[in-house]
Structures are given as C-alpha cells and as structure tokens.
C-alpha cells in the first residue's frame, strides 16, 4: 500500500470514488445481471436458449428456471460488493491517501468473485457455473466443441469476451499494480506495468481466440468435404475465413495504437502523422467490417443483401421473414446503436487513447457502453439461431449448429 503524497495528486474525481479494481469488478457483475435477462426475455419470447448451447434442463424441470437461478447468482454477488464499496467510501471519504491505502477492500472482493465462481457451492447455481468454467476452458486456448457438444455456447463466450478485451487489460493492470513496490492499485492507473506491449498482448487474446476458432471451423467443413459421401450444406467455407479476417483487423488497431503511445521515430521509421493515419484506416475497418457482420451475418437481416432481397414484400424493408421480437422498430434500433458503439468501441480498445479522458471515468464509459452492446447483441444473435434451427438458415450462412439433428434432440432429459 503505497501512499506516497508524489502520486495523490494523479488521482481524479472518479478514482477517488470508483478505483480501477472496483471498475473492474462492477463491469464483471453487470455481465451476470445482463445474461440473466438475456435468459429472462428470450425465455418469455418460447426461445430454448439451453437446447441451443446444448446445456441440460433439469434445473428447469426441478422448477427452478435458468434465468432465476442466474438472477439469484447476481444478486449473491452484488451484495458483498456493494457492502465493500459503502466500506470503502465510508473509510476513505474521497482522501486520495486512504483510496491508496486501502486497496485491500476492492482487491479482497476480486478474490471472493473468483472464489464463488470457482468453489463447488450447490446454493450458487453449481451446475451453471461448472459449465461456464468448462466452457472457458475450452475457448480460453481458442477451442471449440462440436455441433452436438455445444458449439454455440463456445462461440457465444468467446464473443462477450471480445467485449470484455479492455476489462481483462484492466484487470491485469489492477494485479500488476498491486504486486509492484511502486504502487498501489487503487492509484492512478499504470497502462504501461509490465511493459509498453504485455496490456496490447493481453486485450488481443479475445480476438486472436475468435480466429483460432474461425479457422478451426474452416478446417472441419474442408475435412468434411474430403470424406467419401460427405456433403456439406455451408459450402466451402470461405465465410469463416471472412470471419477470421474480421477479428484479425483488431490486431492492427491495438498494436498501431502501443506504437503510437511509445513513439520512437528513430525505432519506428515512420512519421507520427503517417502512423496515426495508418491507425485510423484500420479502426474505420474493424469497426465497419464488425458492424456488417453483425448485422448481415450474426443476425441474418438483409440490409446489406441485394436491392430485391431487401424490399422484399414478405419482411419489412432490410429485416428478414421470420422475427420473434414483437416491433420491427427493436431491430432498427439495434442498428443504429450497434453501429454507433461499434466505432467508439475500437477506438477505445487503442491503449495510446487512455489520455482522451483525464477522467478515468470516461474509459469506464465505455466498457460499459460495450457491455451493453454486447447484451443488446446476444438478444438477437440467440433468436437468429433459434430461426435457423426452425426455419432454416439464410442459403448462404454459416451453420452453427448441425441441421441435420433432429430438432427434438434440443431437448434434454
């Protein structure tokens, strides 16, 4: 615990209030709350979200449903956070000295978020969290199960964990900050502990997983393809090589912006300016290549299809057939926002951008603002594969599931 009075005055309003390890702990708690009304919604909607990431349904068949018992795990979890943080407050009374000081409170509640996670409590949705933990497993090396085994649940985490690239880089930053002699973790954040490239490294994996996947898909349908009698509904697979490309264009976009944080010209050969147009072509990229997949190929609306497709008389103009939501304006609007938070959201993942906001508040903004695009997006991207599976996907998409299941097997004893 580091109170140096050299390092108080770094410390702006919203640190005082809201430290880097409560910020971080706040933004993993609201990520349980948003799945649990993800759960909630679709299961009003009649969409089986555990049929589709092939979770059993005994819970449900007990009487206790899905969206309850992840309501009842949040809410576990947010009590004793809650209690820390009026702890904290009620000790430190904004004195930059006592946040310094007491970085025990926020980092001792990081350890018990991981505790509950992790130990074998029956209370604490036990079965739920085993499968999450198996599921992070998998997909924390870029793995991911087979159609029967549960592929969409793989692919779903992953996604959310792309979302939280700039948390995990916090998280990290908080945990250097706390084992280092020079600070405290409570301070004003250190993007650079561990060294100029070790936080870019660390946001980049959500991303470098989703490709390791991708490719993983494309090999299957290219092995698949050379089996004797083997026939493949999907094509060649070159949709996931596209998909591949989209999380690849992150990597530029976090590695131009540690160049540009560290600028060196006698190391980089290259003018500031140049490097700053070269790092704004690859966010407009990321962010508008995101955005068509999003809406084109993760939610199957026809926006981006051909004019016939997209005034089709049989669907409002640029949506699809079959929709479950119950206004076509909730699509619209899901548009829009998606599009808009898309463009801030990478540029926020550049770790050289930390010094647009001198108050760290604005950098929780948008972790925030990302989480919620991420729930907004799971609501949609959940009712497109419950169509595809009952209707039948678009001629062209990828298939995340094994149409050639019998539907019934959706359902779990």
């Known amino acids: 615990m580091n109170g140096d009075p050299a390092v108080e005055p770094e410390l702006d309003t919203f640190s005082l209030i809201l430290p880097l390890p409560y910020r971080v702990a706040v933004i993993l708690v609201l990520g349980v709350w948003a799945w649990a009304v993800n759960l909630h919604y679709l299961a009003i909607l009649k969409i089986d979200v555990a049929g589709l990431i092939r979770y059993s349904n005994r819970a449900t068949i007990a009487g206790s449903s899905h969206h309850l018992r992840s309501y009842r795990l949040a809410a576990l979890i947010s009590i004793p956070l809650i209690i820390s943080l009026l702890l904290f407050w009620s000790i430190t009374h904004g004195q930059a000295s006592l946040v310094l000081a007491w ?5 001792s509640y990081l350890v018990l978020l991981a505790l509950v996670f992790v130990l074998p409590l029956q209370r604490l949705s036990k079965a739920g969290r085993y499968r999450f933990l198996t599921i992070l497993k998998r997909v924390s090396i870029g793995g991911i ?13 992953a996604d959310v964990l792309t979302s939280y690239a700039k948390v995990l880089g916090d998280l990290f930053v908080a945990e250097c900050m706390l084992f280092s002699r020079k600070y405290s973790s409570t301070a004003k954040p250190d993007r650079g502990c561990g060294g100029a490239y070790l936080v870019p490294i660390i946001i980049s994996i959500p991303s470098l997983i989703r490709l390791r996947q ?25 949709q996931h090589l596209a998909n591949a490309l989209k999380y690849s264009s992150a990597f530029p976009v976090i590695f131009l912006s540690a160049l540009q944080r560290g600028y060196d010209p006698n190391k980089i050969g290259m003018s500031e300016a140049g490097l700053f147009r070269l790092w704004l072509f690859f966010v407009f990229l990321n962010s508008f290549y995101s955005f068509y997949w999003d809406v084109a190929k993760d939610w199957d609306l026809t926006m981006f299809s051909s004019t016939r497709e997209r005034n089709n008389p049989e669907h409002p103009w640029g949506l699809r057939r ?3 939501f119950h206004t076509k304006g909730m699509y619209y609007g899901a548009i829009a926002v998606d599009l808009m938070l898309r463009c801030t959201w990478s540029l926020k993942l550049s770790p050289h951008l930390d010094h647009f906001n001198d108050l760290e508040g604005g950098i929780f903004i948008m972790e925030f603002l990302e989480v919620l695009r991420r729930w907004m997006w799971i609501f949609f991207r959940v009712e497109t594969e419950w169509v595809r599976v009952n209707r039948g996907p678009p001629s062209d998409d990828i298939l995340l599931v094994d149409y050639a299941i019998d539907n019934n097997k959706l ?3």
Do not use: N, Y
């Open 411 to 413: 359902d779990f004893d």
């Open 145 to 157: 199960a087979d159609a029967q085994d549960g592929k969409f649940g793989d692919i779903l985490l």
């Open 103 to 107: 970085e025990i409170l926020p980092q």
């Open 214 to 238: 991708c490719l993983i898909e494309f090999v299957r349908i290219r092995k698949s393809m050379k089996q004797p009698g083997g026939s493949i509904p999907t094509g060649w697979g070159g």
């Open 322 to 324: 079959h929709t479950h």
